[in-house]
């Protein structure tokens, strides 16, 4: 147990539907990310959250939509997926300060867009 | 950006034996250095990490040495047993002010046999 909790673990969805990730953690921690895993290639950072505010997005698509209400909750909301974004999506946090800190994620959301 | 390369892409050891896996980098102001291992299943945790002021650390069977001149550190497992049968991720950052993007290396799939 890492203190990130990612909800669902498993989603299937059509193209047309619209769902959401959702990431809590209990670590204290002011920054939390969302990452992609796909199959042979790197993981790929997505969006960024420092206290509570957006401060990167990584050039990722309008039909992923990320929402950080409040310091421990990170959600990702998809509408319109397409087969390729099919993948392991990953949340992690950490705690921002003058010195790298590590960055603990949670088991990740197997994603099967059909 | 940061570019990272790491190998191989697999690795099989017999049990006991040492595993070594090599990543070089891009930005030479980058200077925190993490090591992942991802099991099956679950999220990537961290293992060990190393900051550029310092050039090895060791932790039990595990270790990383960094040559910042050349750009590349290496992670060190000793020993093998089949619990390290995982796949393992490098990862650099830059700590530059507001930097928080961790750069992945593609991950090598470190194979353990009894």
């Known amino acids: 147990e890492t203190g990130v909790t990612q909800t669902p673990r498993h989603l299937v969805m059509g193209m047309t539907n619209k769902k959401s990730l959702k990431c809590e953690q209990h670590l204290g921690h002011n920054a939390m990310y969302w990452y992609k895993q796909s199959a042979k290639k790197p993981l790929e950072l997505m969006f960024v959250y420092s206290l509570e505010e957006r401060v990167e997005n990584n050039s990722v698509p309008s039909r992923f939509s990320p929402e950080c209400p409040n310091s421990s909750h990170l959600f990702l909301h998809l509408h319109t997926l397409q087969p390729e974004d099919s993948a392991l999506y990953l949340c992690?946090?950490?705690?921002?300060?003058?010195?790298?800190?590590?960055?603990?994620f949670g088991q990740g959301t197997r994603l099967t867009v059909v | 950006g940061e570019n990272v390369e790491q190998h191989p892409s697999t690795l099989s050891v017999q049990e006991g034996d040492s595993a070594v896996i090599k990543c070089t980098y891009s930005?030479?102001?980058?200077?925190?250095f993490p090591w992942y291992k991802q099991e099956l299943g679950k999220g990537p945790q961290l293992i060990i990490d190393?900051?550029?002021?310092?050039g090895e650390k060791k932790d039990q069977r595990i270790a990383v040495t960094l040559n910042k001149t050349a750009k590349h550190f290496s992670l060190h497992i000793t020993e093998t047993q089949p619990e390290d049968s995982a796949v393992y991720f490098c990862?650099?950052?830059?700590?530059?002010?507001?930097?928080?993007?961790?750069?992945f290396g593609k991950g090598t799939k470190l194979s353990v046999i009894p």
């Open positions: 990862a650099v950052q830059y700590s530059g002010a507001g930097s928080y993007q961790l750069t």
């Open positions: 930005d030479s102001a980058s200077n925190y």
């Open positions: 190393i900051r550029s002021n310092v």
């Open positions: 992690a946090s950490s705690q921002e300060e003058a010195v790298n800190t590590e960055a603990f």
